[in-house]
């Protein structure tokens, strides 16, 4: 598989291309198009990058109905994808050289981290599972205080 996006967002690519094969694609101009999915549909923008289902807004990937739009025009639907999306992105971020520490004796650390005590807090933390919070536990509580109350108080 020859694609410039990483294997989540192809495979996310294709399931939503997948599903908006039955869309019909009605161009408004060269950039907008109302698409009729039958049920919510879609007004796309493929200059702004936009749909009225938000998808395309939010992911920053091509929505369902950018998809059918991008079909129609036989444009590449990689063009309208984030860069993050794109294996070169993630191969960048991850691309800067680590270098290993070396033995602890060679290490340069400062005295102020060198000689600083760490404690463990103070306090246990109790054992078990803390108790559920509901609204029972209310009116049990307020009963034992002698005072009687309503479930809502
Ligand atoms: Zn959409």
Redesign the pocket.
């Known amino acids: 598989m020859n694609t410039p996006m990483t294997k989540w967002a192809e495979k996310k690519l294709r399931r939503r291309s997948n599903k908006s094969r039955c869309y019909r694609v009605h161009p408004i101009n060269l950039y907008e198009h109302q698409v009729v999915d039958g049920y919510l549909n879609?007004f796309?923008n493929l200059i702004e990058k936009t749909?009225t289902?938000r998808?395309?807004q939010l992911d920053q990937l091509p929505?369902?109905?950018?998809l059918a739009a991008c079909n129609l025009r036989r444009s590449s639907c990689y063009d309208y994808c984030s860069h993050y999306y794109h294996k070169e992105t993630l191969a960048t971020a991850y691309g800067s050289s680590i270098y290993p520490v070396g033995p602890i004796e060679e290490w340069d650390v400062p005295d102020d981290v060198q000689y600083r005590v760490v404690l463990p807090p103070k306090g246990r933390k109790p054992r078990g599972r803390p108790a559920k919070k509901n609204a029972n536990h209310l009116v049990v509580k307020k009963l034992y205080n002698g005072s009687v109350v309503d479930a809502e108080d």
């Open positions: 879609g796309v749909c289902c998808k395309f929505c369902r109905h950018a």
